[in-house]
T-cell receptor, first 114, second 113 residues
């Protein structure tokens, strides 16, 4: 089975802490994405990457950065966590090419910033 | 910019009844359209997708959706719902390539016994 694995299911952090959310996919996908999911707002794209060391801003990149040093791993970084970053974070991946937009999602990381 | 509207935040349906979840999109060209389902505590799972061709697409779990260009709609239907269909449903639009999808805000489906 194809798999997108997010390292933590639940995280609790304090305001101002640096937070790393890790995502690994085993499908050799070129593209990887980070979304946040909030009630009533649906999913919003934070950052995505279409190749190793490449990154692009999504719709809400402020307060976040990303790292993609290896093809299978895409990390989301909160440089200084704030309470408004309390959310469910979803990682996704897919292969390159215009006709295969199917996204494979991880189970999500519920982050609480206190 | 592309956008997706799901007008219904919550929908309650009796088990065995038919279901239709609405989705309207805004996009300049022919869109790639998707429906995803998220069960409690789970990631999102693709139900079906439309790229081109037949405007009525069949998906998993007995779901289907119809693309209507004139109405900019891509509504999801199921003739008879089961209690296990209770979940959050997301419509999404993409333009191909690596730019990711734009999701609607979701519709929460509740199944009454």
């Amino acid at each position: 089975d194809v798999k997108v694995t997010q390292s933590s299911r639940y995280l609790v952090k304090r305001t101002g802490e640096k937070v790393f959310l890790e995502c690994v996919q085993d499908m050799d996908h070129e593209n990887m994405f980070w979304y946040r999911q909030d009630p009533g707002l649906g999913l919003r794209l934070i950052y995505f990457s279409y190749d190793v060391k490449m990154k692009e801003k999504g719709d809400i990149p402020e307060g976040y950065s990303v790292s993609r040093e290896k093809k299978e791993r895409f990390s989301l970084i909160l440089e200084s966590a704030s309470t408004n970053q309390t959310s469910m974070y979803l990682c996704a991946s897919n292969s390159g090419g215009a006709t295969n937009e199917k996204l494979f999602f991880g189970s999500g990381t519920q982050l609480s910033v206190l | 910019a592309q956008s997706v509207t799901q007008p219904d935040i919550h929908i309650t349906v009796s088990e065995g009844a038919s279901l239709e979840l609405r989705c309207n999109y805004s996009y300049g060209a022919t869109p790639y359209l998707f429906w995803y389902v998220q069960s409690p505590g789970q990631g999102l799972q693709l139900l079906l997708k439309y790229f081109s061709g037949d405007t009525l697409v069949q998906g998993i779990k007995g779901f289907e959706a119809e693309f209507k260009r004139s109405q900019s709609s891509f509504n999801l239907r199921k003739p008879s719902v089961h209690w296990s269909d209770a979940a959050e449903y997301f419509c999404a639009v993409g333009e191909g390539g690596a730019d990711g999808l734009t999701f609607g805000k979701g519709t929460h489906l509740i199944i009454q016994p």
